[in-house]
T-cell receptor, first 113, second 113 residues
């Protein structure tokens, strides 16, 4: 089945550092969504991307829709302790005329103050 | 605007028992999803509704899982009988249309003992 590979799986960074993570697949996606999930909560939408090459920002977060449509990237600038959590990408695929979102395995971010 | 509501937040049952989860999507959202999230993994789609019709249930273990959305608004997901491997967080999400952004509820954490 279709899979999304996220990397890195986890990372420890110092407060103030920039963070980069990505999501890759062998399949082509029509839309990319990036979510953050805190413990005991549902994922919260951060950024949505709709076109290949699109670059979108939300505060300190910037995400890009890869030109090949098979990958996406999320950057966090000047990280702060509340950035701790699990970040998921989700790609919209079409299978037999049906659209659905496939989620990645997540990147666990820990910020050291 | 009220978000996606789910209940209960937590449920502990013994294997072979039955359990049901309830979801109320964002008002006006035609598409409703149930995802299963096993610890350490990304959400996996179980079933997708468009209004009160099933769009995709290819990943739903139909021998024990069932879901309905009778009036095109609220939805229930049932497991009967539960197995140990059903321990997970069950997330409900909704979107205004199939290709639009997903918004998640807080989830129901199920523990099967």
């Amino acid at each position: 089945g279709q899979q999304l590979n996220q990397s890195p799986q986890s990372m420890f960074i110092q407060e103030g550092e920039d963070v980069s993570m990505n999501c890759t697949s062998s399949s082509i996606f029509n839309t990319w969504l990036w979510y953050k999930q805190d413990p005991g909560e549902g994922p919260v939408l951060l950024i949505a991307l709709y076109k290949a090459g699109e670059l979108t920002s939300n505060g300190r977060l910037t995400a890009q829709f890869g030109i090949t449509r098979k990958d996406s990237f999320l950057n966090i600038s000047a990280s702060i302790p509340s950035d701790v959590g699990i970040y998921f990408c989700a790609g919209l695929v079409t299978t037999s005329g049906t659209y659905k979102y496939i989620f990645g395995t997540g990147t666990r971010l820990k910020v050291l103050a | 605007e009220a978000g996606v509501a789910q209940s209960p937040r937590y449920k502990i049952i013994e294997k072979r028992q039955s359990v049901a989860f309830w979801c109320n999507p964002i008002s006006g959202h035609a598409t409703l999803y149930w995802y299963q999230q096993i610890l350490g993994q990304g959400p996996k789609l179980l079933i997708q509704f468009q209004n009160n019709g099933v769009v995709d249930d290819s990943q739903l273990p139909k021998d024990r899982f069932s879901a309905e959305r009778l009036k095109g608004v609220d939805s229930t997901l049932k497991i009967q009988p539960a197995k140990l491997e059903d321990s997970a967080v069950y997330l409900c999400a909704s979107s205004s249309r199939v290709v639009e952004k997903l918004f998640f509820g807080s989830g129901t954490q199920l523990s099967v003992l």
